[in-house]
């Protein structure tokens, strides 16, 4: 089964998430966290457990606590400890071209995504993870 | 006549006829010679008495060797200033001797280090303004390296000064407005099209399904995300407000009424967590301020102490001014949550940044209330320490209520 980690403080759009993952054909097991700093202490924790890493991130940016920034910052860090090699999206309702730019500047980024996120972008990626 | 131009004639000095000239002067038509002199004297005289601009030369041991009308205009003054110092000066116009020191420290300076110096004076002129010089100073040499005198002029920038501060000031309001444009559009980006985007994907997801239940279910999910895209709307259309409102109306505030305002509107959750509020307005009780504004900061500060309280004790919220010369500093303490300032130092008040995970956190009341402060020319800092609490310090400007 794929693995994916939802980093998102919105409730309604992890919802919609959620639906559209459960209608394609693809058994996943979904882990939510409402902020970065959640998410790091998570995976930080999960490390050498290549079992327990996801295969896809999906972040937000604007979020408490640890923005998306910020968590990129000390994943940036956390990577090469990881042992598994996870594709990282940006999921944003930002639309502001700077944004995009700036997410360039983090290898650990696979792709910039805009809200809201066709079902067919989601097939794409959950089929590009190799089990 | 001046002492410098008795020296040239002596010969002591040759830069201005040369050696041949001199030589002749020992010949029976010095009586003419003279007369060609004292001509040339009164033209260059002129010349430096009509200029424009300030003009005074010294000695090596800064004595006035010649000031010109532009730098000293009355005649009486003029005369008096040739061989004296600028202490011989202030004494005779009564005028305290640091005026004295400033001009001597510049002297050594194009003295010592042998080149031209620069810098701007601003003095009041004798009917109060503000006059702004740009003076510049420097040594002249003799053919044998010896420092002969030295020649310092000034000309009036007032005018200019003024444009470049005006321009200064324009340059700092746009680039603040630039930066709130900025951060505007990305509050905008985030918190107006993230519900709009939760609306539309629900909406495409309820014309997708024929299943009642299933429609209902998203249909109630709507209404939270239409609320929020509302209260966003609201806060975002009142901070735009602040800016615009350029003309506000300060008025007389009493404290304590602004303080019950916050604490009627907050009654029933300073009940439910048994918060405490003291005060201690004994030395500013009343600050002149636009009322709204007043309130909205107070309001806000206190509320943020009750939101972020710790959940192992009853709020404890000691608020306070003081007097700092003509500024009052109000400080609004807690013994709440705290928050981690080395970590969010940078974005502490910026719009949209959250630091604690509580559900009705949007990241506006700060922001709203620095612009609430800097709208007016006060300042708002932070003391904080995670687990213990924080202080909040708002420094208001020229706001004690004037003496009636």
């Not at chain 2, 090596?60 to 008096?80: C, M, Q, T, W």
Request: glycine share 4%; with cysteine; hydrophobic share 35%.
């Amino acid at each position: 089964m794929k693995s994916i980690f939802l980093i998102d403080d919105d409730p309604i759009f992890v919802y919609l998430t959620r639906r559209i993952i459960a209608s394609i054909d693809c058994p996943c097991q979904i882990n939510e966290f409402t902020d970065g700093e959640l998410a790091i202490s998570h995976l930080a924790s999960i490390g050498n457990q290549a079992e327990k890493l996801p295969d896809v991130i999906f972040l937000d940016l604007s979020m408490p606590v640890m923005d998306g920034w910020e968590f990129l910052k000390e994943y940036s860090d956390l990577k090469p400890k990881l042992k598994k090699d996870i594709a990282l999206f940006i999921v944003s309702s930002s639309i502001s071209p700077q944004e995009v730019e700036r997410s360039k500047g983090y290898r650990a980024v696979t792709d910039f995504l805009i809200k809201p996120v066709e079902k067919r972008k989601i097939i794409e990626i959950m089929d590009n993870v190799k089990l | 006549m001046i002492p410098f131009l008795h020296k040239l004639i002596s010969g002591k000095y040759r830069t201005l006829k040369g050696k041949d000239s001199l030589a002749t002067a020992e010949e029976p038509d010095h009586k003419l010679l003279m007369e060609q002199l004292d001509r040339q004297k009164a033209f260059y005289e002129n010349i430096l008495n009509k200029l424009p601009t300030d003009i005074a030369v010294f000695d090596p041991d800064h004595r006035y060797l010649f000031v010109n009308p532009g730098a000293i205009s009355n005649e009486e003054y003029r005369k008096f200033i040739i061989g004296k110092d600028d202490y011989e000066y202030a004494a005779y116009r009564n005028r305290p001797a640091s005026v004295a020191d400033k001009r001597r420290a510049k002297f050594l300076e194009a003295k010592n280090s042998g080149k031209e110096i620069r810098w701007e004076d601003t003095l009041p002129d004798p009917k109060g303004n503000m006059i702004t010089h740009l003076r510049r100073m420097y040594p002249v040499y003799d053919e044998h390296g010896q420092l002969s005198m030295v020649i310092g002029f000034g000309i009036d920038i007032t005018e200019r000064k003024k444009m470049e501060e005006t321009q200064a000031e324009l340059v700092k309001q746009l680039s603040a407005q630039n930066r709130q444009l900025t951060d505007f559009c990305s509050i905008v980006s985030h918190n107006l099209r993230a519900p709009l985007v939760n609306m539309s994907m629900l909406t495409d997801f309820i014309e997708s399904t024929d299943d009642p239940v299933e429609q209902k279910l998203l249909i109630s999910k709507l209404r939270p995300v239409i609320d929020n895209l509302h209260a966003t709307f609201n806060e975002l259309v009142e901070s735009i407000q602040i800016r615009q409102d350029l003309e506000i109306k300060c008025e007389d505030v009493c404290l304590d009424d602004c303080l019950q305002r916050t604490i009627d509107g907050l009654q029933t959750e300073i009940n439910k967590l048994g918060a405490k509020i003291e005060t201690d307005f004994t030395q500013v009780d009343v600050i002149n301020y636009p009322p709204q504004y007043l309130n909205s900061i107070v309001h806000n500060l206190v509320s943020n102490s009750l939101k972020y309280h710790h959940p192992g004790r009853s709020p404890l919220i000691s608020i306070k001014t003081r007097k700092e010369g003509e500024k009052v500093i109000l400080s609004v303490q807690d013994n709440g949550l705290g928050i981690d300032l080395v970590k969010h130092k940078e974005n502490f008040f910026k719009i949209g940044k959250v630091f604690h995970r509580h559900p009705n956190a949007k990241g506006f009341g700060l922001y709203m209330t620095k612009t609430q402060v800097e709208a007016m020319g006060g300042r708002i800092w932070v003391e904080s320490v995670p687990d213990e609490g924080s202080v909040f310090y708002i420094e208001f400007d020229h706001r004690i209520k004037q003496a009636s």
